[in-house]
């Protein structure tokens, strides 16, 4: 399900009845901006998670090294 032409044409005339032709460039550059916090949030986010997922990875292996001495000290 595409839009055509005449669909395309009556949203952009229904957008400036609402908006006005004076404000479609203010809508565009909050739309972009937006859109950039949200990317910028995104990666963020996902910056994050990767850090958390590594210092967790991390804190097992440590946990399993201090495992392994303490078994080791218990057989000799």
């Not at 404000?23 to 910028?40: F, G, T």
């Not at 998670?49 to 090294?65: F, H, L």
């Amino acid at each position: 399900m595409s839009l055509g032409f005449t669909e395309i044409l009556l949203i952009f005339i229904a957008i400036l009845l609402l908006f006005g032709a004076k404000r479609i460039p203010e809508l565009v550059k909050a739309i972009a901006r937006a859109s950039h916090e949200y990317k910028k949030a995104k990666e963020m986010i996902k910056k994050e998670s990767e850090e958390i997922i590594n210092d967790d990875s991390k804190t097992e292996n440590k946990q399993q090294t201090i495992d392994v001495k303490a078994e080791d000290k218990k057989d000799n």
